[in-house]
């Protein structure tokens, strides 16, 4: 693969360095690739070439950081003729097009329709990964799951149905999201979209959980939730304040404010997920079993658990800010795609975190308190 030379993006024009990147990205054949070097992760440029180009590209880093990036950018070479023809996509499903409580039932219906071997493609304006698991729960390990294009603001997935001769053989799902989708299942799970794309269980089942499993659900669930969306919607904000501050000087502060709230936050579940998590399950294995040894002193989750709380109500300030800044993320009139959806995507956030400090705040920590005390006086 021939490079045909490197831009030094530092010394371009800002307005002019994204649309002089794009015209020598234009300008190559297939085959063909260039390298970018900035003095910043220019990751926002990937989005935005993903989303006016397509996936016809890649991007790979060959400096990354801390002071200098350099990544070289190639145009996809022409499909080999040789090789083995795969069957084309029957159709493409607009997910966002159809009514809420109809999107999952019409995909299983197209799903089921498909001779082994065959495929779909679906488009969706978040990530539908909940569909993953309830396709996995309801059908089994009979198909298989190829993202083209994974955000931020569109994604498309090829669903195909296994040959004949692998529906019966582990095909290429990973155990644990059988294993997970089986839990969910049994868990009553709802998959389904709500209007606003979040979903979630039933709330009057969750104090029948086992900790351990609640623990688990919160990661599978809501961490992973912010781990796939921290740094596209990170990139999303800079994107939408490069391209808009100027006549909307606040985006620069919801780029600012957004950044330094979704790192508390991972730091956050990294914390949970590191210290307090893995102490709850050995104190549900202790209860179950009271020769089962601990590696932390029963009767001292009170401190964590406190400062765990302190995190969320710092995290619901930092949102309720962002949220006065973008006016209940609210987008003026003459806004375009990017900036309406960046403002969708905050909103959708917001939802999903409610939600998952609800579980812990009333239920996951309580209860996590309790078996605590209890395993003290014993």
């Known amino acids: 693969m021939a490079t045909l030379e490197t831009l030094d993006v530092t010394k371009i024009e800002p307005r002019l360095k994204h649309p002089t990147v794009f015209k020598h990205f ?17 990751k926002p440029l990937y989005y935005e070439l993903l989303a006016e ?13 801390p002071e200098w990036f350099m990544v070289q950018i190639a145009k996809n070479p022409a499909e080999e003729t040789n090789e083995e023809a795969k069957p084309e996509p029957k159709e493409t499903l607009d997910v966002t097009k159809i009514e809420p409580k109809f999107k999952h039932p019409t995909i299983f219906q197209h799903f089921d329709a498909l001779n082994p071997g065959e495929s779909f493609i679906i488009d969706n304006d978040h990530d539908p990964k909940p569909l993953y698991y309830e396709l996995l729960a309801e059908r089994g390990n009979i198909f298989t799951w190829e993202y083209l294009q994974k955000g931020p603001e569109w994604y498309k997935v090829l669903i195909a149905k296994n040959p004949a001769e692998k529906q019966t053989a582990k095909g290429a799902i990973p155990e644990k999201d059988v294993k ?22 039933k709330s009057d089942d969750f104090d029948e959980w086992e900790l351990d499993e609640l623990a688990d659900y919160i990661v ?12 596209a919607l990170n990139d999303l904000a800079i994107k939408v304040s490069e391209h808009h501050g100027t006549d909307h000087p606040e985006l620069h502060r919801v780029a600012t404010q957004t950044h330094h709230f979704l790192q508390d936050l991972l730091d956050h579940i990294a914390n949970e997920e590191g210290v307090l998590f893995p102490v709850i399950k050995q104190g549900v294995a202790k209860r179950r079993n009271p020769e089962e ?30 949220r006065r800044i973008t006016h209940n993320f609210t987008p003026p009139k003459n806004a375009c795609n990017s900036f309406s959806f960046l403002y969708g995507k905050l909103k959708e956030f917001e939802e999903d975190l409610n939600e998952h400090f609800r579980l812990e705040n009333d239920y996951l920590f309580p209860k996590a308190l309790e078996l605590d005390r209890q395993l003290a006086e014993a």
């Open 293 to 322: 040894k601990t590696t932390y002193e029963v009767g001292t989750l009170d401190l964590p658990i406190r400062v765990l709380l302190k995190d969320h109500e710092i995290a619901n300030e930092d949102l309720n800010l962002i």
């Open 180 to 201: 997970k989708a089986e839990l969910l299942k049994e868990k009553g799970v709802k998959f389904g979209c709500s209007d606003s794309g979040s979903n979630s269980a």
């Open 26 to 42: 234009d300008a190559l054949e297939a085959g063909e690739s260039f390298i970018i070097e900035n003095d910043h992760d220019p």
């Open 53 to 65: 180009r397509g996936n016809i590209f890649t991007w790979e880093y060959l400096q990354n950081g």
């Open 220 to 231: 599978e669930k809501h961490h992973q939730y912010i781990k796939d969306s921290a740094e």
